[in-house]
């Protein structure tokens, strides 16, 4: 039983450039979770999406960034025109309906040069 | 008040010590309360779940006082394996949201 697959692990990016972070969340698990940890800090909730809906974008910030996860394939974190604050290690979680702890993925480190 | 806050440490303890650490959390209704454990530069992994008064697992154990809103996390014959960073979680939000505190670190000692 696979975990929560991220992809890929390490990123880098120009600025300017386009990032785009997938996550597969574990088999049974319908509802996802993006948290981004910049370094030397804590985790932060981005947000919360369930099979094609956005449930909780509060902690996403208003520009260039968004996110899905259609009815197929892995959920994406999308993030337009990087900057260099943008680097850091964005974790994706997943859980089942109903559970309030998630297991989460590996990451993947954004680094914008 | 912050959210969840965490006493970040260093906290340095030989082999075989009992260690705790504390957190305190601002949000009365939260009725859940988990640890992680943090590895360097990798992702967080659930320790403990804490629902009633606290939990025990093992060399762990976890306590809840609702009144205090406090958290408290002993780890009692510390390993070298146990050096991580401990992170207390609360649920809040209106939709499953996970607020982090900030982590304390631990090196278990040889």
């Known amino acids: 039983n696979a975990g929560v697959m991220q992809n890929p692990r390490h990123l880098v990016r120009r600025r300017g450039q386009e990032a785009r972070l997938r996550c597969s969340p574990m088999?049974?698990?319908?509802?996802v979770y993006w948290y981004r940890q910049l370094p030397e800090e804590g985790l932060k909730f981005m947000v919360y999406l369930q099979k094609e809906n956005i449930i909780d974008e509060s902690g996403m910030p208003k520009e260039r960034f968004s996110a899905e996860f259609p009815k197929e394939g892995p959920s994406i974190l999308r993030i337009q025109q990087v900057v260099r604050g943008d680097s850091a290690a964005y974790f994706c979680?997943?859980?089942?309906?109903?559970?309030?702890?998630?297991?989460f993925g590996s990451g993947t480190r954004l680094t914008v040069v | 008040r912050k959210e969840v806050e965490q006493d970040p440490g260093p906290f340095n303890v030989p082999e075989g010590a009992t260690v705790a650490f504390n957190c305190t959390y601002s949000?009365?209704?939260?009725?859940?309360f988990f640890w992680y454990r943090q590895d360097c530069r990798k992702e967080p992994k659930l320790l403990m779940s804490?629902?009633?008064s606290g939990n025990e697992d093992g060399r762990f154990t976890a306590q809840l006082n609702r009144a205090s809103q406090y958290i408290s996390l002993l780890i009692r014959d510390s390993k070298l394996s146990d050096s991580a960073t401990y992170l207390c979680v609360v649920p809040s939000g209106s939709a499953r949201q996970l607020t982090f505190g900030s982590g304390t670190q631990l090196t278990v000692l040889p």
């Open positions: 979680a997943s859980s089942p309906a109903g559970a309030e702890g998630y297991t």
């Open positions: 804490v629902y009633s």
């Open positions: 088999k049974g698990h319908s509802h």
């Open positions: 949000n009365s209704a939260s009725q859940s």
